[in-house]
């Protein structure tokens, strides 16, 4: 028997290799399955057409919700308005009531319709073997050739940008889950029920700066930093680039309940999952009329390192000291939950 996998993303060696041996493509498949890539692109002629596809595995109550946020998310980051969703809806036995299902779609309607998305199909049921509801997206959209911005397009020299700030959904997660283990170490409800909050304000969306940015023409590469954090997104943005990163960790945003709660459970937040930080790639000479253009929407960004070439690896300063990049295979909030 071989060695058991931990709960999370495939180790991204593992996927690479994998995905090299088992895939099949043919020339209208612009980019294919890629470590880093946020979603596959066909060529249609004058348009390419992007479609996605994500789970939701995690026990939530706006598991429809999160669905069509986590896949949105995926689509914009190519620049791509979404259009149209096909969903697969797998519900406990003997836990499942119609008024679960109700919701479930009630949410994903709701979400969709909140960025002009259509729902064109899917499939729903009840499974043997569960013990909480599984929802599986695939998004669809459409997009000029020239407008495509590819996850693996950063360039040497480029300026790295993030929105918003370190692990926002990871804090509500662990503010939610923890709740009662907050209160009892001294922590005050008004605080606990503001990181809860972090999934609606800031928010795990990157919907608007995604699409904010790619309308300026300067970006080259974006993505979105989702399981294992900003670090292994940044890792799998450089990966799908061939290239190296500087990323300076004191530049790197962080409110100040991301910071209390990491340290309270012991864990890092560069790893925490991330959803509603994007990550952006640019000239350097035009990083800063990108974060001027993103503030004029009220968006906030930040520059946190650069690109390098590949021969100079995948760096952290830390306090002035270089480390390599750290990279989790496996979700921090694993650790915690």
């Not at 503001?194 to 999934?199: D, H, N, P, T, Y």
């Amino acid at each position: 028997m071989g060695e058991i996998l931990p709960v999370g993303k495939l180790d991204m060696h593992l996927l690479t290799r994998l995905l090299q041996s088992y895939t099949l493509i043919d020339e209208r498949v612009a980019i294919g399955p890629r470590v880093g890539e946020d979603a596959a692109v066909l060529d249609f002629g004058d348009r390419y057409l992007v479609a996605k596809t994500n789970p939701i595995t995690f026990a939530t109550e706006e598991i429809g919700w999160y669905l069509v946020n986590v896949c949105v998310n995926n689509m914009v980051v190519r620049g791509v308005r979404p259009r149209w969703m096909l969903n697969t809806i797998l519900l406990p036995e003997g836990k499942t009531t119609a008024e679960m299902v109700e919701q479930i779609f009630r949410q994903i309607y709701q979400a969709c319709s909140e960025v002009d998305v259509l729902i064109i199909g899917g499939h729903t049921e009840v499974t043997f073997g569960l013990d909480r509801p599984l929802a599986v997206g695939c998004l669809i959209g459409e997009i000029e050739r020239q407008r495509l911005i590819p996850t693996g397009g950063a360039q040497p020299g480029d300026t790295v940008l993030v929105t918003k700030s370190l692990a926002i959904e990871g804090t509500a997660i662990l503010a939610r889950e923890k709740q009662e283990t907050l209160l009892r170490k001294g922590y005050d409800l008004e605080f606990i029920q503001r990181a809860q909050g972090f999934l609606y304000d800031p928010g795990i969306s990157v919907y608007d700066e995604a699409l904010t940015a790619a309308e300026t023409g300067v970006v080259h590469a974006m993505t979105d930093a989702t399981e294992g954090g900003l670090a292994t997104a940044l890792h799998e943005l450089a990966e799908a680039a061939g290239v190296g990163l500087r990323i300076e960790a004191e530049s790197i945003p962080i409110r100040a309940e991301t910071q209390k709660i990491c340290a309270e459970f012991g864990i890092e937040p560069m790893g925490l999952i991330a959803s509603g930080m994007l990550i952006l790639t640019a000239p350097q000479q035009k990083a800063d009329d990108l974060r001027r253009q993103l503030a004029e929407r009220g968006l906030t960004c930040t520059a946190i390192g650069s690109i390098t070439p590949r021969e100079n690896g995948r760096l952290l300063s830390v306090e002035g000291e270089l480390v390599e990049l750290p990279y989790y295979a496996s979700d921090e909030l694993t650790r915690a939950l």
